[in-house]
């Protein structure tokens, strides 16, 4: 089976910088994923690792350390409508996603 | 405009009334599957089809069905419903089940069976 820990919740402060991590137990590994939720909204796609190492995107970057277990996505300059939940997702040997629980970030000025 | 469609957006509906919600997707995605989103559990996945024809379980398959038919169509149907299945339901769907493609929801039904 999969097993994937990620914090229920998380509060930051407009401007600063918020890391979440998440952790996890696979049956295998072909990629991590995280995607950003809004609440009421369809999740949407933010990053892929299936490597070791740090992705970035804009104020986005994710890193994923495979032998740990571990990814984080790091939010800088964080802003308002950066509140909202994020799901860590690992596609283990099935390559079928499983989701962890999310953490929901809310952000405040 | 690349999008995952499904149908009804909400529904009220009593138990034992069998009904479908509906998914399409207009991006010729070989991957589909559906998820319940309950609070404090999270996405989880009930069923998935690699392809037309190809379906199989997710983790929480009982008291569904899904049919896959066309490429682009990928139904769920409750035969049953029961106050359990109370829940917000998304599709999804990908290029394949496999690398990095990821998946692209579709705005979600909110379904209350009484």
């Known amino acids: 089976g999969q097993n994937i820990d990620q914090p229920t919740e998380m509060t930051a402060t407009e401007g600063a910088i918020v890391q979440i991590n998440c952790t996890y137990q696979?049956?295998?590994?072909?990629?991590l994923f995280w995607y950003q939720q809004h609440a009421g909204e369809a999740p949407t796609f933010l990053s892929y690792n299936v490597l070791d190492g740090l992705e970035e995107k804009g104020r986005f970057s994710s890193f994923l350390s495979r032998s740990k277990g571990y990814s984080y996505l790091l939010l800088k300059e964080l802003q308002m409508k950066d509140s909202a939940s994020y799901l860590c997702?690992?596609?283990?040997?099935?390559?079928?996603?499983?989701f962890g629980r999310g953490t929901s970030l809310i952000v405040h000025p | 405009e690349a999008q995952v469609t499904q149908n009804p957006r909400y529904l009220i509906t009593v138990t034992g009334k069998k009904l479908t919600v509906t998914c399409s997707q207009n991006?010729?995605?070989?991957?589909m599957s559906w998820y319940r989103q309950d609070p404090g559990l999270g996405l989880r996945q009930i069923y998935y089809?690699?392809?037309?024809?190809?379906?199989d379980k997710g983790d929480v398959p009982e008291g569904y069905k899904v049919s896959r038919k066309e490429k682009r169509n990928f139904p769920l149907i409750l035969e049953s419903p029961s106050p359990n299945q109370t829940s917000l339901y998304f599709c999804?769907?990908?290029?394949?089940?496999?690398?990095?493609?990821?998946?692209?929801f579709g705005p979600g039904t909110r379904l209350t069976v009484l």
């Open positions: 089809s690699m392809n037309v024809e190809v379906t």
């Open positions: 997702a690992v596609r283990g040997g099935s390559y079928i996603p499983t």
């Open positions: 991006m010729n995605h070989e991957y």
């Open positions: 696979t049956s295998g590994f072909n990629g």
């Open positions: 999804a769907s990908s290029l394949t089940s496999g690398s990095h493609n990821e998946q692209f």
